[in-house]
């Protein structure tokens, strides 16, 4: 049993550094890219400076939510809370609940996202926010 385990580890081994030298490669490839594209541009614009050019930002996937699966998520965070939640707490319990990494870009898009949400839930009466003095506002499901 034990060698059974040990082979599946190895081999589970093998498969993650493989596919971190396929990002390694990956990586290489598109810095290239950027500095042959960066001469280019100086071909054109000698005077260009490529950090004046902000990285696009990361918009998530369609796949993310499909049609009121986030209203679902956030209304049911909401509905087992103890007290009020900030936006931002309830975007990092709904990117929990995906399973998801918690980036930074990430967890930004989804409190925009959840954000429009509890504004939209808000106009229907389903929820209430209450003003705190932090950053974002603590919302709480209309009872």
Not at 30 to 55: I, K, M, N, Q, W
Not at 68 to 92: C, D, H, N, Q
Request: proline residues 4%; positive net charge; glycine residues 6%.
């Amino acid at each position: 049993m034990t060698d059974i385990a040990l082979e599946a580890l190895k081999r589970k081994r093998a498969e993650i550094t493989g596919r971190i030298a396929q990002c390694h490669a990956e990586l290489g490839a598109l810095a290239a890219s950027l500095e042959h594209l960066d001469g280019t541009l100086r071909l054109f614009a000698p005077d260009f400076v490529a950090e004046s050019v902000l990285p696009k930002v990361f918009t998530p996937p369609k796949s993310w939510s499909k049609r009121g699966e986030m209203s679902r998520a956030v209304l049911s965070i909401l509905r087992v809370a103890k007290g009020p939640l900030s936006t931002r707490e309830i975007a990092y319990m709904v990117i929990q609940q995906r399973g998801l990494e918690c980036e930074p870009g990430i967890l930004n898009v989804m409190t925009r996202r959840v954000g429009h949400v509890l504004r939209d839930k808000r106009q229907d009466g389903l929820v209430r926010s209450i003003e705190e003095t932090g950053l974002w506002l603590q919302w709480e499901i209309v009872r």
